[in-house]
T-cell receptor, first 115, second 115 residues
């Protein structure tokens, strides 16, 4: 079964600190891997999209990495801010049998940034 | 652009009642998706349309759920009759045709509570 697993489930850090969120997936073959940020009570917002051939993608203080060999991705947040408090969701798009649009979502990592 | 617009934002209804959720995708987008999000199962794809045509509805839980897209700027998700286990956040999302890696934009969701 294709799965996307994220760790940790939740994380608390102090404002200004860095953190790294992990994503392991078994989806194969895959077209791309995405990271979304979801604020409480809002819809998910895209942070990064990486194809299978890309190793890293940055968006401001957010940097995603991808190792297609080990089927792992990480999202690194630098100099965290209170507004980074949200759920971060790893999403994989399969690349087989017309399933490209049937994204597979992880259950997310809930990040709390404290002052 | 106003983004993906969903209505209602919140709805509380009694079991057995009909529920209709509405979505206006981003203008020019060719794909429209309906997702459901719960604490237990995370985000799940219910159905998606391409150029107003339903492509894959394998995620629709049962016959009580139906979705339509009468034109490029409007879609509905209907639940009839509703049950308490349908309580969830329902997201509509859209993306453009060009490239499978294009960003998928989510609406703010419709929070449904069936009592």
């Amino acid at each position: 079964k294709n799965q996307v697993e994220q760790s940790p489930q939740s994380l608390i850090i102090l404002e200004g600190k860095n953190c790294t969120l992990q994503c392991n997936y078994t989806v194969s073959p895959f077209s791309n891997l995405r990271w979304y940020k979801q604020d409480t009570g809002r819809g998910p917002v895209s942070l990064t999209i990486m194809t299978f051939s890309e190793n890293t993608k940055s968006n401001g203080r957010y940097t995603a990495t991808l190792d297609a060999d080990t089927k792992q991705s990480s999202l690194h947040i630098t100099a965290s801010q209170l507004s980074d408090s949200a759920s971060y969701i790893c999403v994989v798009s399969p690349n087989y049998g017309g399933a490209t649009n049937k994204l597979i979502f992880g259950t997310g990592t809930l990040l709390a940034v404290q002052p | 652009d106003a983004g993906v617009i969903q209505s209602p934002r919140h709805e509380v209804t009694e079991m057995g009642q009909e529920v209709t959720l509405r979505c206006k995708p981003i203008s020019g987008h060719d794909y429209l998706f309906w997702y459901r999000q719960t604490m237990m199962r995370g985000l799940e794809l219910l159905i998606y349309f391409n150029n107003n045509v339903p492509i894959d509805d394998s995620g629709m839980p049962e016959d009580r759920f139906s979705a339509k897209m009468p034109n490029a700027s409007f879609s509905t998700l209907k639940i009839q009759p509703s049950e308490p286990r349908d309580s969830a956040v329902y997201f509509c999302a859209s993306r453009s045709q060009e490239g499978s890696g294009n960003t998928i934009y989510f609406g703010e969701g419709s929070w449904l509570t069936v009592v």
